[in-house]
């Protein structure tokens, strides 16, 4: 009985390691925890507004492309506090005509982690405007970076409390 215990075990061990896998998936996909930089933050659950945004202003395919990218993400609890400010509803700042440019304010060329960071450094952002960084505490413009180094295949993820303004 106990041969038989440790063979099934030894088994399940053996096949989860192999269906984990170390390299790309058999049909194309990167391996587990290296998904691109849209795929992480819709699985994180906390970006929704953002994924929404990111459909409307067809910037999907880019920040799925090759990058690589640093991406200043605001959550959905930042979008909310956006839209109370400006006292308009979602709906109405996905159908602003500047949408695609508020989102490419938060994206950089490059993959930028947190240990890359200087106070008072600036970075170009695809929308053509500079960001501020600052340290003690890391923020970003005005916006809190709650969450740092978030990495997917095509770049990195910093996560912030507010949603940037150009």
């Known amino acids: 009985m106990k041969k038989t215990v440790g063979f099934i075990l030894m088994a399940l061990m053996m096949f989860l390691s192999v269906s984990s896998g170390a390299g790309a998936a058999e049909d194309g996909q990167a391996p587990a925890g290296k998904k691109d930089i849209v795929d992480t933050a819709v699985e994180a659950g906390q970006f ?3 994924a929404a945004a990111l459909e409307k202003a067809g910037l999907v395919d880019t920040l799925k492309g090759e990058g690589p990218f640093t991406v200043f993400a605001p959550t959905d609890a930042a979008f909310e506090k956006l839209l109370k400010k400006l006292g308009i509803t979602a ?7 500047d949408l695609k440019d508020i989102l490419l304010y938060h994206v950089v060329s490059g993959k930028v982690l947190s240990t890359d960071l200087k106070d008072g450094m600036k970075a170009e952002t695809l929308a053509k405007k500079t960001v501020d960084i600052s ?7 005005n916006a809190n970076v709650v969450q740092a180094d978030i990495e997917a295949s095509n770049g990195v993820i910093h996560v912030i409390d507010e949603v940037l303004l150009p």
């Open 135 to 141: 340290l003690d505490p890391v923020r970003v413009n």
């Open 91 to 97: 709906e109405e700042l996905l159908a602003r005509e």
């Open 48 to 50: 929704k507004t953002l």
